[in-house]
């Protein structure tokens, strides 16, 4: 059963620290997507990649996000340095056609 | 900004019977997709259903069926013989050039015993 992968699930950390959250898309999925939840603003796009180039990033705060694909398999959002406002639900969604598949999201608090 | 607005901060219906969850967009596009998704307390999105703008049937998935009036951007959920795992937020969708979604601020559904 083909599914989108987030590590890790939670991530407690303090401000100023370096977050790295990871997603393994749906084999054959060429666009991948990154997304965040908060209960102020809701669900918002941060980046997405098609066939692993990064196609639009400017829902990223640009100064402490950074989001690449090393390979088709890996997909990785940094966070460098950590600010309590980055408290949120991220979301990694892969997609081949106009049906998007989500992870299962990773929980960050920043204290 | 274009947007998706979902009037209906919270809803609640007595199992077994129906309700409608209601979405409008904004768009200049003449061809796109509409989605609706569940996220329950696992934080889990899953795809409810969806609708692609060109088709002018509505789309149905069993218990699950949409009303789409293109004309006037509005695309609401109906969920007929509602059960106690209907309970979640409902989250409508708009996909744009590149496939990005749009989202709205989502619906909490309660289901009542």
């Known amino acids: 059963d083909a599914r989108v992968t987030q590590t890790p699930r939670h991530k407690v950390t303090e401000m100023g620290q370096e977050v790295t959250m990871r997603c393994q898309p749906i084999l054959g999925h060429n666009t991948v997507f990154w997304y965040r939840q908060t209960m102020m603003q809701g669900l918002e796009l941060l980046a997405y990649?098609?066939?692993?180039?990064?196609?639009?990033d400017s829902g990223m705060p640009k100064d402490r996000f950074s989001a690449e694909m090393p390979d088709a398999t890996l997909a990785t959002l940094k966070i460098q340095p950590s600010e309590p406002r980055d408290s949120a639900v991220y979301f990694c969604?892969?997609?081949?056609?106009?049906?998007?598949?989500f992870g299962p999201g990773t929980r960050l608090t920043v204290l | 900004a274009q947007t998706v607005t979902q009037s209906q901060p919270e809803m609640s219906v007595q199992e077994a019977e129906t309700v409608t969850l209601s979405c409008t967009y904004d768009t200049s596009e003449s061809d796109y997709y509409l989605f609706w998704y569940k996220q329950p307390p696992s934080r889990q999105m899953i795809l409810v259903i969806r609708q692609e703008a060109y088709k002018q049937q509505n789309a149905t998935e069993n218990r699950f069926s949409v009303n789409f009036q293109k004309a006037a951007k509005s695309f609401s959920l109906k969920i007929s013989d509602s059960q106690l795992g209907d309970a979640a937020m409902y989250f409508c969708a708009r996909n744009n050039a590149g496939n990005m979604l749009t989202f709205g601020g989502g619906t909490r559904l309660m289901v009542k015993p």
């Open positions: 969604a892969s997609a081949l056609y106009n049906e998007q598949f």
């Open positions: 990649f098609r066939n692993r180039a990064p196609l639009d």
